[in-house]
């Protein structure tokens, strides 16, 4: 069955960066276009990046585009999400998820995505 395991999640000060790994198995990964999304505490989950099957296209929230990057390695089964200049309202919990149906996928549409991991806990301290 689909599997998707979140790790990299920490503590960063202020202006630090991480990087996020999702590794995802059971089934065809280069297949499937491939999300971040998070949920800050206390409020509603919110999408953050999406990334095409092949990774030749990526799209971001305005909240994060310019400081994060998404990536993945088709090879590896595994999706990044590289996270520079950190805020404080960066600090949630990160899921990666998997789009509904293979090839094509409205990204910025968190709808379109039905399965997600168990997420990695980010905090940003100022």
């Known amino acids: 069955q689909v599997q998707l395991v979140e790790s990299g999640g920490g503590l960063a000060q202020v202006g630090g960066s991480l990087r996020l790994s999702c590794a995802a198995s059971g089934f065809p990964f280069d297949t499937y276009a491939m999300t971040w999304a998070r949920q800050p505490p206390g409020k509603e989950i919110e999408w953050v990046s999406g990334i095409v099957m092949d990774g030749t296209k990526a799209e971001y929230s305005d909240s994060v585009k310019d400081r994060f990057t998404i990536s993945r390695d088709n090879r590896k089964n595994t999706l990044y999400l590289q996270m520079n200049s950190l805020k404080p309202e960066d600090t949630a919990l990160y899921f990666c998820?998997?789009?509904?149906?293979?090839?094509?996928?409205?990204?910025?549409?968190?709808?379109?995505?039905?399965?997600w991991g168990q997420g990695t806990q980010v905090t940003v301290s100022s």
């Open positions: 998820g998997k789009a509904a149906r293979s090839g094509w996928a409205p990204l910025q549409n968190i709808r379109a995505f039905n399965s």
